[in-house]
């Protein structure tokens, strides 16, 4: 897959905005040859660097640098689906890491370990590291030097297989109706991902919680609960997605796989613990929905208010309940909300 991301379209401006191993290597273990693949340093994944830019919270003044990062991020996006054909399927903020602003961080870095070595161990004459992602203050002349990469294309799945596409994918919290639904999806799935994902970044919160939003000790997630979520943010379920789902009642993935209870199961509706629309389209969970909750009261605190209605727009281009209406991450790094006074 790293090999493929990597061997696209390098005049495309996302081309360099995924994280692709740059050499690979095996190693012996107790279970026979082991890949060992090679990237370049990144320095923080993004929700990391939200914190040490701006003390963890995006606030109006530092709103535009973010959106010069939301773009590069689409940008890499539509070279993944567009050049490359792929779907993430795994897209959240554990998953961007950003590049360090100057060579001389690294630098830093491998000096001050003669004085405070990081946490290591040795085998066979090879050491092997701890995980690290603390490098220091960073340097703000050099911020403009920092881009936001897409990583860890571990769950990437080919678009162009030409077969439904059914199994779960996604984090919980990000799950798009037709992975619950069980209808086949497709890279609007990371459309849909990347909205969810946009909207922890700029509020600090998860959109949808997929559990009872009070009672904090049901930690759980509740498939049910996140549609009756999206039902009230988003509006009723189309009439077309649950005839869709009712035509694809007899697709099924192999090989099965157990849900959250241990259950082996090869299809959505058991999966997720369904079903959650009887056969004349009626949410059986009606008394779960939060009619009290609505997106224009839930704006994030960076957005100010002259600045809400172009927000919401972009942000409902991405979360439509059918696949076909959602924009492509190519239209979405052009639509107004993301424009800069620098682009005029």
Not at 90 to 100: H, T, V, W
Not at 154 to 182: F, K, M, S, T, W
Not at 278 to 302: A, S, T, W
């Amino acid at each position: 897959m790293s090999v493929h991301l990597a061997s696209g379209n390098k005049k495309h401006r996302g081309h360099d905005l995924l994280v692709t191993a740059v050499d690979d290597f095996t190693i012996q273990s107790p279970n026979g040859q082991h890949i060992c693949l090679v990237f370049e340093p990144m320095r923080d994944p993004l929700w990391l660097f939200k914190r040490r830019l701006s003390a963890g919270r995006i606030t109006p003044s530092t709103l535009p640098l973010f959106k010069l990062y939301i773009r590069c991020m689409l940008h890499g996006l539509d070279y993944l689906h567009t050049d490359r054909h792929v779907i993430h399927t795994d897209l959240k903020l554990d998953n961007i890491l950003m590049a360090f602003e100057h060579p001389s961080v690294i630098k830093r870095f491998i000096k001050s370990q003669s004085v405070s070595p990081m946490p290591r161990k040795n085998i066979g004459g090879d050491a092997i590291y701890l995980s690290h992602n603390d490098f220091g203050d960073l340097q703000e002349e050099y911020l403009q030097n920092i881009v936001p990469k897409i990583a860890d294309f571990g769950l990437a799945q080919r678009g162009d297989g030409g077969v439904p596409l059914l199994h779960p994918i996604q984090p919980n919290h990000c799950h798009a109706p037709e992975v619950l639904l069980g209808t086949s999806w497709s890279y609007s799935a990371d459309i849909w991902n990347f909205g969810i994902m946009l909207w922890d970044l700029l509020s600090g919160r998860e959109l949808f919680l997929g559990r009872p939003a009070n009672s904090p000790n049901i930690k759980e997630y509740s498939a049910a609960h996140h549609l009756a979520e999206m039902i009230s943010l988003i509006g009723p379920v189309p009439t077309v997605l649950l005839q869709r789902q009712r035509d694809m009642r007899h697709w099924c993935w192999e090989p099965h796989i157990p849900n959250a209870k241990g259950d082996m199961c090869n299809n959505a509706t058991d999966y997720f613990g369904g079903p959650f629309f009887d056969d004349h389209g009626k949410f059986m969970y009606g008394p779960l929905i939060p009619f009290n909750r609505q997106l224009r009261k839930e704006v994030p605190d960076c957005i100010v208010h002259e600045d809400v209605e172009r927000f919401l727009k972009f942000l409902k281009r991405m979360l439509c309940w059918l696949p076909e209406e959602r924009a492509t991450a190519r239209e979405l790094a052009k639509d107004p909300w993301l424009a800069l006074d620098s682009d005029n």
